[in-house]
């Protein structure tokens, strides 16, 4: 098939919503639409993106809450949850049969088909707020980063001893300049290699911050911390005591810290749907997330129980902006640099569904205008690249979407406190009640039998740690709105 039927085929495929009328060929899937490329690379690539991402560095402080004892325990025990139950998920990537059933492209279609009714209403209020929070995450984080940058500058000049402040919100604007640009790449599938550069850059920032861990513990020549965790009495960093109260908090907010960490089931069937068959896709996406999980948690261990090792009770909440290292101030320039480039590209990798969502549901309920529906090409005249299709709808919404989540940001610039809101929010109902239970409706697994009260009682644990995360980082929040002031964050 010719280059201009191709199009006129997709474009068709497009507006009516539907399956074209042929079955899969050289150009096209078996739903018609264009041949999906994705490997167990690319998805390992785009899974390690949205997970290794800035929950790597509270888990020094999450360690430091918990202990030798329960924070490695607990993060294996997340890892372990998290890679059975987007095992389950993938499964439910095509309705019915795992290989020849219809497709779900969406993490809400797949409950929409599986479950339906209002779990699919409140599986999208879920999705799409962790989405919205993932990004003003993000923001926070990213800010952080360049003001280390800045401080590491000022502190080698200056001296430790000065304060080096640096007011927050010009870099979480220039964040938002740069996600309002990315933005406008249409779709997930045309952001891969943004997800393979921020793949490196976290792999590159986590070894810095695990290379100067060991360098720390080799230096104080002995490891720091102990069985139980952060002591009552222990002076924070922010001039606090730890009350007997605070120490139940702390270790509530380390359990939604670890949990975001763990959190990218909400994109895990977008990642699916980039992935070529055969082999069937759920096989794909299986190796995909056992490289992932295991890597990331290799990765997770050494970071959290080295950070750990090194400061013990004083373990930074940010480990790499924390300032609990000074020097080699350029290596934590590069980390921090790695850091930025990361997360610039895992916020695309977690908006575009949320983005995907809204223009299919514009076009869904306004089919007839162009505003909504029209692209304007714009040719390329480097590269022998085909034309930009500029959306104006696409251009308008989601720079609107940016501007919100970095005046969010700017208002509620904490960030232990927005990644355990977050964790607790997201996972329980994301990572596993919801595929809990598409699961057990899609292989018809009996009521009361064995494997079905093992799964419920799986997610009414994970139910209970969620709250509790909740609780704990909600406590933080109204700990740091104390000595807060809006759009006034000095670092």
């Known amino acids: 098939?010719?280059?201009?039927?191709?199009?006129?085929?997709?474009?068709?495929?497009?507006?009516?919503?539907?399956?074209?009328?042929?079955?899969?060929?050289?150009?096209?899937?078996?739903?018609?639409?264009?041949?999906?490329?994705?490997?167990?690379?690319?998805?390992?690539?785009?899974?390690?993106?949205?997970?290794?991402?800035?929950?790597?560095?509270?888990?020094?402080?999450?360690?430091?809450?918990?202990?030798?004892?329960?924070?490695?325990?607990?993060?294996?025990?997340?890892?372990?949850?998290?890679?059975?139950?987007?095992?389950?998920?993938?499964?439910?990537?095509?309705?019915?049969d795992s290989v020849t059933g219809k497709r779900n492209y969406t993490y809400m279609e797949a409950v929409e088909n599986n479950l339906g009714g209002f779990q699919v209403k409140l599986c999208g209020m879920i999705q799409y707020f962790n989405l919205l929070g993932v990004a003003i995450g993000y923001t926070?984080?990213?800010?952080?980063?360049?003001?280390?940058?800045?401080?590491?500058?000022?502190?080698?000049?200056?001296?430790?001893?000065?304060?080096?402040?640096?007011d927050g919100t010009p870099y979480m604007v220039m964040f938002g300049v740069a996600e309002?640009?990315?933005?406008?790449?249409?779709?997930?599938?045309?952001?891969?290699?943004?997800?393979?550069?921020?793949a490196v850059m976290s792999f590159t920032y986590s070894s810095i911050g695990l290379g100067l861990g060991i360098f720390k513990v080799a230096e104080n020549k002995k490891i720091k911390g102990s069985l139980t965790g952060i002591s009552i009495g222990t002076v924070t960093s922010s001039g606090s005591t730890v009350t007997e109260t605070q120490k139940i908090w702390r270790s509530f907010q380390a359990l939604g810290a670890i949990?975001?960490?763990?959190?990218?089931?909400?994109?895990?069937?977008?990642i699916q749907d980039t992935i070529k068959s055969p082999p069937a896709e759920y096989k794909t996406m299986k190796k995909a997330t056992m490289i992932s999980v295991v890597t990331t948690t290799i990765f997770y261990m050494f970071c959290g129980c080295f950070g750990y090792a090194a400061f013990g009770d004083m373990a930074p909440g940010n480990l790499l902006t924390g300032f609990g290292f000074y020097n080699p101030f350029w290596l934590l320039d590069i980390a921090n640099a790695a850091i930025v480039i990361h997360l610039v590209g895992a916020y695309q990798v977690y908006c575009q569904p949320l983005f995907a969502f809204v223009e299919n549901m514009a076009a869904k309920y306004f089919p007839e205008s162009k505003f909504i529906t029209h692209n304007i090409e714009i040719?390329?005249?480097?590269?022998?690249?085909?034309?930009?299709?500029?959306?104006?709808?696409?251009?308008?919404?989601?720079?609107?979407?940016?501007?919100?989540?970095?005046?969010?940001?700017?208002?509620?610039?904490?960030?232990?406190?927005?990644?355990?809101?977050?964790?607790?929010?997201?996972?329980?109902?994301?990572?596993?009640?919801?595929p809990v239970e598409m699961y057990i409706v899609q292989k018809k697994i009996p009521k009361w039998s064995t494997r079905w009260v093992s799964l419920q009682i799986l997610s009414a644990a994970c139910l209970i740690i969620s709250i509790c995360a909740a609780a704990g980082s909600f406590a933080?929040?109204?700990?740091?709105?104390?000595?807060?002031?809006?759009?006034?964050?000095m670092y």
């Open 1 to 96: 098939m010719g280059e201009n039927a191709a199009t006129k085929h997709q474009q068709a495929f497009e507006l009516g919503g539907g399956f074209a009328p042929q079955g899969p060929s050289k150009c096209f899937d078996d739903d018609g639409r264009l041949k999906r490329t994705g490997t167990v690379w690319t998805a390992s690539a785009h899974i390690i993106t949205a997970v290794i991402g800035s929950g790597v560095l509270s888990l020094a402080w999450a360690t430091a809450q918990l202990g030798w004892i329960a924070g490695p325990t607990v993060l294996f025990l997340f890892s372990f949850v998290t890679y059975y139950t987007s095992c389950l998920l993938a499964a439910c990537y095509r309705s019915g």
């Open 140 to 166: 926070i984080a990213a800010s952080i980063s360049m003001i280390a940058i800045k401080r590491a500058d000022c502190f080698h000049e200056k001296g430790h001893h000065n304060p080096c402040k640096v």
């Open 180 to 198: 309002i640009l990315f933005s406008q790449i249409p779709d997930f599938d045309q952001i891969s290699w943004l997800s393979m550069l921020a």
């Open 259 to 270: 949990a975001f960490a763990y959190s990218y089931s909400l994109i895990l069937i977008e």
């Open 379 to 434: 040719p390329i005249p480097i590269g022998g690249y085909k034309p930009y299709k500029l959306n104006l709808f696409r251009l308008i919404w989601r720079t609107l979407f940016v501007c919100m989540t970095t005046v969010v940001a700017m208002l509620m610039p904490f960030f232990n406190d927005v990644v355990g809101i977050l964790g607790a929010f997201g996972f329980w109902p994301l990572t596993v009640y919801f």
């Open 476 to 489: 933080g929040v109204f700990s740091d709105l104390k000595v807060y002031h809006p759009f006034k964050t």
